[in-house]
């Protein structure tokens, strides 16, 4: 059985290292590659880039790194999304592996 993980999308590549560091200090997770995304509204949002933050662990660990991550984010500059997958399947594995961060 494949471990939690946990997705939190922020403003801004700052705000993603300072919220991913909250998340491993809080709880016992590990943390995956980021994503970036700069949608097509990019100069309407508050910092132009949209960082996606990957913890993974047991559930109730993803849950309370999460918080940890959000109360982070939401000082700084803010979160898009939040979502935990419990027991992710093949599939979605797969596609966690994604990351555009090191694209140009």
């Known amino acids: 059985m494949s471990k939690a993980v946990g997705i939190l999308e922020v403003y801004g590549l700052t705000t993603a290292f300072c919220a ?3 998340a491993c200090k809080a709880a016992d997770v590990t943390l995956e590659n980021f994503d970036k995304n700069k949608p097509a509204n990019a ?3 508050p910092v132009p880039l949209l960082v996606t933050i990957k913890i993974r662990g047991e559930v109730a660990a993803v849950e309370a790194g999460l918080k940890a991550a959000r109360e982070t984010a939401e000082a700084m500059t803010g979160v898009v999304a939040e979502y935990v997958i419990p ?3 093949e599939d ?9 961060m090191d694209k140009r």
């Open 87 to 89: 027991n992710p399947a």
């Open 43 to 45: 100069d309407k949002l």
């Open 92 to 100: 979605t594995e797969k596609m966690l592996k994604l990351s555009g």
């Open 20 to 22: 991913a560091d909250a």
